[in-house]
């Protein structure tokens, strides 16, 4: 059986996360990186985690909390209906088209390959379950509240205005959160836009690393050991 909620992706992740050694940063992108959240906010995990980077991480909940929002976490609940519908009258490649338009934003067509296109028909049943898992995810942002470790929150500007919105209030919410804001990408912008996001990961990663070897050093008792108001400017923006 397939997880329904987050909480159940975490428990089929903790026991190889479980098996690594000292600190985890965890990086996580869409899905990927509401599965992260949840580790970062509630599991096992979360004393273990030194930094936090989310990459257009969907949490479409966070939108209920909002009136201006709700129009948007409505938007994502028909197109979950229509993916279900399609899914469960066996027509997977309908599904998947629908899936793609959204994700596309407002960015260019771009043609996906047929390889690529066999692989998402094959596992087209598993969207109906996450798309499950997220929309049962409750209290956002207070699990965001909560965090204290150095956060990046990475979006893109040709994304679905719904991801851009769910960044934009955990960036409200997360404690001395870093946004990185790349106006020419779009929800793939992992792959897209590989070098300018996995610099500003590694950056923030060993950021991280330092502030926790300096609060060590100075037998600090901080849950959250960068002040990120100290940082640079140019690694806040």
Known sequence: MLPT???EEVDLLSDRLGEAIGPIHL????????????????????????????IEPVLPTILLENGSDRRLHEH???LAHAVYEDLWNGASWEAIEKFLAFWKGSGPEEKLSSNALVRMIERAEKLAFDFMA???????????????????????GLSPYLTQRVTGRLASTIADAQTRYLPAAGHMLPI???????????????????????????GEASTHPCDVASWPSEARN
């Open 5 to 7: 909620t987050l909480a």
């Open 76 to 78: 994502f609940v028909r």
């Open 192 to 218: 897209s836009h590989a070098a300018a996001v996995n610099s500003d990961i590694a950056q923030h990663i060993a950021r991280a690393d330092e502030c926790a070897g300096l609060s060590s050093a100075l």
């Open 27 to 54: 990086v996580g992108h869409s899905y990927g990186g509401a599965i992260a959240f949840k580790i970062a906010t509630d599991s096992p995990l979360a004393s273990r985690v030194r930094s936090l980077t989310l």
């Open 134 to 156: 997220i929309l049962a995810e409750q209290n956002v942002t207070a699990a965001a509240a909560t965090i204290r470790v150095p956060t990046l929150l990475v979006s893109g």
